[in-house]
C-alpha cells in the first residue's frame, strides 16, 4: 500500500512542479512584454532628432522594442554589464 501512495504522491508533486513552471514561464512572458511596452513607449515620446541621436527612425521602434538583442544599425553594441 505505500507503494501506491508514493507513486500517488510522486505524481501529484510532478504534477504541481509542471504547474508551477508554467506560471513562472508566463509571469516572465508578462514581464517581458510590460519591458517592451514601457521601452515603446518612451522611444515614442522621444523627438526624432533624438531618435536619430540615438540611431534609429520612429518607424524602427516597434523592431527596437521587440527585438532588445539586435542593434538595427548593424553594429553590435555593448552589453549592460560591460558599462
Known sequence: MSTTYSATAYRR???ARRVVSLLERYWEAFQERRKRTR???V???LADRELMDIGISRGE???VASNPNI???GARSIPPTMI
Open 39 to 41: 521601452l515603446r513607449g
Open 13 to 15: 508533486l510532478a504534477s
Open 61 to 63: 521602434i516597434d523592431y
Open 71 to 73: 542593434d538595427p544599425r
Open 43 to 45: 522611444l515614442s515620446d
